[in-house]
């Protein structure tokens, strides 16, 4: 869930749990009764973590909520709108399946320069489906015009900004659940699905959702004794197959497969499986088993789209280190390109001074040593990776080209 702070994330999820009754009545109880200086109870309250972000009256730290709905378990991450939090809202975008942006029709809101980064960002992380829920619907009469309006604002952004992304779009009143769960009977000049709905439908045709027929990529998760979690991000293992760790060409032999402590034959993507190897093995969290013959190249240079998180001066970039899945790599980048994503436009003149977070970054990569490089179009789990400073701060992420 993304967008912009007070555009009523936290109130459509809040009251989704309650109406849901994917909450429990007590903890509503309770809430009511909470002391909130005599303020309008608000939905979102049910999400905010710390009583500090009550009084202040913003969500601070990224919730997560599990909607159940016509027997389908929803698991929603409200990520706060706020500038200074975009690392959260990067943390919360990256496990998703389907973006939800909401957007406020209210005079004066409506969709700004942080929505429009959460709306590129997410793009750029590969999700490709976006349901728009245009908020505040009651502040402007449930007005026809006002929700055309808005929904053309967004479109116009994303052609001048080159991306696709595939959208649908829903007017809503989150406080008043209009259109969220029943159709409204205040916009029937609305005439689709209301807001859940449509979420289960985009849900249902969602390739993101469906792992890659590719080959076989396991997660090493963790290691007791002589025994491996893992998790199969593609493919399908199989109990007794041969695998490799790359780089590097050793085949072993993987052994009572298990999932749920009971012996399987074979486990498809997404899953996760406890197994053994037939050698001494020395495997550390993060590295990643492959099929035989179905690793990637082992590279040094690549090139890639990043986003940072922070001002950052170049001769920082140019001496970062990169993660792919916890393993840290000494890396140099080269910028190759820069787009400012608030105004949809290529820059080609830039001080030296540094560069911001309101670009999208094109870079050429050289790292320290060979490392397995996935592409991201094709393996998008594997093909992302985290940007640190020199002293470990997180300062952006990307995506290998």
């Known amino acids: 869930m993304l967008g912009e702070k007070d555009h009523g994330k936290s109130t459509l999820l809040g009251n989704l749990l309650i109406k849901t009754g994917s909450i429990k009545r007590s903890r509503i109880n309770s809430i009511y009764s909470s002391n909130v200086d005599g303020k309008r109870f608000e939905p979102g309250y049910i999400l905010d973590s710390f009583k500090e972000e009550q009084d202040r009256g913003m969500t601070i730290d990224q919730t997560s909520a599990e909607i159940v709905y016509k027997n389908k378990r929803l698991h929603m991450t409200d990520v706060p709108g706020h500038l200074e939090l975009l690392k959260n809202m990067l943390t919360g975008a990256s496990n998703a399946s389907l973006g939800l942006l909401v957007v406020s029709a209210k005079r004066g809101e409506g969709f700004t320069n942080q929505s429009k980064r959460h709306l590129y960002i997410s793009n750029l992380m590969g999700i490709d489906s976006m349901l728009v829920a245009i908020n505040k619907m009651d502040t402007v009469g449930f007005s026809e015009k006002a929700f055309v309006d808005a929904r053309k604002s ?57 792992a890659a027929q590719n080959g076989l990529r396991i997660l090493v998760q963790d ?55 037939d050698s001494d093995f020395k495997a550390s969290r993060g590295d990643i088993l492959y099929g035989v013959g179905e690793h990637p190249n082992a590279e040094t240079n690549f090139n890639a789209k990043i986003f940072l998180i922070k001002n950052i001066s170049l001769s920082e970039l140019s001496e970062s280190k990169i993660s792919f899945n916890g393993n840290y790599i000494n890396a140099a980048m080269r910028i190759a390109g820069l787009f400012d994503i608030t105004k949809a436009v290529k820059i080609t003149k830039r001080k030296n001074t ?42 952006g992420i990307g995506i290998v080209k």
């Open 223 to 277: 290691r007791i004794g002589d025994a491996f979690f893992g998790q199969v991000l593609y493919g399908r293992v199989k109990n007794g197959c041969n695998i490799v760790l790359h780089p590097g060409s050793k085949k072993m032999r993987l052994f009572n497969l298990k999932k749920f402590s009971r012996v399987i034959r074979s486990s498809a993507a997404p899953s996760n499986i406890y197994f053994k190897l």
């Open 354 to 395: 540094g560069i911001t977070p309101n670009y999208s970054i094109d870079v050429a990569v050289k790292l320290a040593k060979k490392c397995a490089v996935e592409h991201f179009s094709k393996y998008p789990l594997l093909g992302r990776f985290g940007i640190y400073s020199k002293s470990g701060i997180l300062i």
């Open 154 to 210: 967004i479109t116009d952004y994303c052609r001048a900004a080159n991306i696709k992304p595939k959208l649908a779009f829903v007017p809503i009143s989150a406080y008043n659940m209009e259109n969220v769960i029943e159709l409204s009977k205040k916009m029937q000049w609305y005439n689709n699905k209301p807001l859940m709905d449509m979420l289960l439908e985009m849900l249902g045709h969602n390739n993101m959702l469906i």
